[in-house]
């Protein structure tokens, strides 16, 4: 009712963001606080951190019901030929635009593929994220799936020197990743799963 009050007009602009947009946010964000996300098998004893795509108010994402709450980010079509799912194996990494460098690099080769085309936690490595540099984290040879936001949720400014092994939740679907399959080459994204390690000493 607010929302309806204060904002008429659905399309009507706050910021970057349209009304509608920001009333669905914040509803997401209400189902996320209602729902917590089940701690993955076999981290039970860790102290872990995730975030869900739907934390990260992108736009682009897409209903599957596999996914946690129901939303996924989806590279479909890749655009330029070369970076197609069947010429390049999965890659997910981290670069940083201030040092022009890249901080992590993990390539999955295909026989590393689960073949059930369902949701799979993968161990990009480990790393600090620093709120004071543009880091980016990046999905497939394309770059184009579009995950950086997940990874800057991590910072804490509290806690600033705390390294995290990083873990993309991911579904990989078509004959590009399991033989045989009538699925659309797609990579599909729901959560990112940090875990907490040790501190990093800062060099003098």
Same mark, same amino acid.
């Given at each position: 009712?607010?929302?309806?009050?204060?904002?008429?007009?659905?399309?009507?602009?706050?910021?970057?963001? *349209?009304?509608?947009?920001?009333? @669905?946010?914040?509803?997401?964000?209400?189902?996320?606080?209602?729902?917590?996300?089940?701690?993955?098998?076999?981290?039970?004893?860790? +102290?872990?951190?995730?975030?869900?795509?739907?934390?990260?108010?992108?736009?682009?994402? !897409?209903?599957?019901?596999? @996914?946690?709450?129901?939303? @996924?980010?989806?590279?479909?079509?890749?655009?330029?030929?070369?970076? +197609?799912?069947?010429?390049?194996?999965?890659?997910?990494?981290?670069?940083? *635009?201030?040092?022009?460098?890249?901080?992590?690099?993990? !390539?999955?080769?295909?026989?590393? #593929?689960?073949?059930?085309?369902?949701?799979?936690?993968?161990?990009?490595?480990?790393?600090?994220?620093?709120?004071?540099?543009?880091?980016?984290?990046?999905?497939?040879?394309?770059?184009?799936?579009?995950?950086?936001?997940?990874?800057?949720?991590?910072?804490?400014?509290?806690?600033?020197?705390?390294?995290?092994?990083?873990?993309?939740?991911?579904? #990989?679907?078509?004959?590009?990743?399991?033989?045989?399959?009538?699925?659309?080459?797609?990579?599909? !994204?729901?959560?990112?799963?940090?875990?907490?390690?040790?501190?990093?000493?800062?060099?003098?």
């Amino acid at each position: 009712m607010v929302y309806k009050r204060q904002y008429s007009e659905p399309k009507q602009c706050i910021g970057s963001i *349209y009304c509608d947009q920001m009333l @669905a946010n914040d509803l997401n964000y209400l189902k996320m606080l209602r729902n917590p996300i089940p701690i993955p098998r076999g981290m039970e004893k860790e +102290d872990i951190v995730q975030v869900s795509v739907l934390r990260c108010n992108i736009l682009e994402l !897409v209903s599957d019901p596999e @996914a946690t709450y129901g939303r @996924a980010l989806k590279l479909g079509k890749v655009k330029a030929a070369q970076y +197609d799912h069947d010429k390049q194996p999965l890659e997910f990494g981290i670069y940083n *635009y201030t040092t022009k460098k890249y901080e992590l690099k993990r !390539v999955i080769e295909g026989k590393d #593929l689960p073949k059930d085309e369902k949701y799979h936690l993968y161990l990009i490595g480990r790393t600090l994220p620093n709120g004071f540099e543009k880091q980016y984290l990046w999905g497939h040879r394309s770059w184009g799936l579009h995950i950086d936001k997940l990874y800057a949720e991590l910072w804490n400014p509290v806690d600033p020197s705390r390294e995290y092994d990083i873990y993309i939740s991911c579904k #990989l679907t078509g004959p590009a990743y399991v033989k045989g399959s009538k699925s659309e080459n797609a990579v599909y !994204v729901d959560k990112l799963v940090a875990v907490k390690r040790g501190i990093k000493l800062q060099k003098k």
